[in-house]
Antibody
Framework: EVQLVESGGGLVQPGGSLRLSCAAS????????MHWVRQVPGEGLVWVSR????????SYADSVKGRFTISRDNAKNTVYLQMNSLRAEDTAVYFC?????????????WGQGTLVTVSS | IVLTQSPGTLSLSPGERATLSCRAS???????LAWYQQKPGQAPRLLIY???SRATGIPDRFSGSGSGTDFTLTVSRLEPEDFAVYYC?????????FGPGSKVDVK
């Protein structure tokens, strides 16, 4: 059974940092592109970032470029999202997700999400 | 790229046909066009990838079509479990974009 379990969410002040983790199991993690997608409760999905299997290709939405960094540890089957200089508009549920190879764009596996709240 | 989905809300009865549109502001590769279903309190579920290929376990009442800037998701006969929000998604130069979603609710 495929599982993606996010952790690390919580309340942080504007300008602060947070690191999200996502532990994967049930599929060959090292061959999958991994994504982060966020959603404000009651609103639509927003793509945040993705990484290919060896981190040689990492891309970001314009809204987080320069502030967020995606990374992964294939030995631990874990993907991370380091979020710096957080803003109120970064408040959302963050989903970790795995996309089908080889294109790495169709997101087949999703976690249940972790809530990040940026507020003073 | 900006994705526009229409209609915003579609009110139908079980057994009816749902036709949802996704329009891109510029031509995109069909290889990178996907559709997702999301129900309240749940993570999204992949329905269609490559514009027209059904994901594993997706019933054949779901179909996708289109190319260039215009794509369509069709649900041939709505089942009670199909009432949900549907999102299209595309990648362009390695950056992803979601449409705003179309809600299919019970008439």
């Amino acid at each position: 059974e495929v599982q993606l379990v996010e952790s690390g969410g919580g309340l942080v002040q504007p300008g602060g940092s947070l690191r999200l983790s996502c532990a994967a199991s049930g599929f060959t993690f090292s061959t999958y592109w991994m994504h982060w997608v966020r959603q404000v409760p009651g609103e639509g999905l927003v793509w945040v970032s993705r990484s290919n299997s060896d981190e040689s290709i990492r891309s970001y939405a314009d809204s987080v470029k320069g502030r967020f960094t995606i990374s992964r540890d294939n030995a631990k089957n874990t993907v991370y999202l380091q979020m710096n200089s957080l803003r109120a508009e970064d408040t959302a549920v963050y989903f970790c997700a795995g996309a089908l190879p080889p294109s790495g764009t169709a997101i087949a596996y999703w976690g249940q999400g972790t809530l990040v709240t940026v507020s003073s | 790229i900006v994705l526009t989905q229409s209609p915003g809300t579609l009110s139908l009865s079980p057994g009816e046909r749902a036709t949802l549109s996704c329009r891109a502001s510029q031509s995109v590769s069909s290889n990178y066009l996907a559709w997702y279903q999301q129900k309240p309190g749940q993570a999204p579920r992949l329905l269609i990838y490559g514009a027209s290929s059904r994901a594993t376990g997706i019933p054949d009442r779901f179909s996708g079509s289109g190319s260039g800037t215009d794509f369509t998701l069709t649900v041939s006969r709505l089942e009670p479990e199909d009432f949900a929000v549907y999102y299209c998604q595309v990648h362009d130069r390695s950056v992803g974009f979601f449409g705003p979603g179309s809600k299919v609710d019970v008439k």
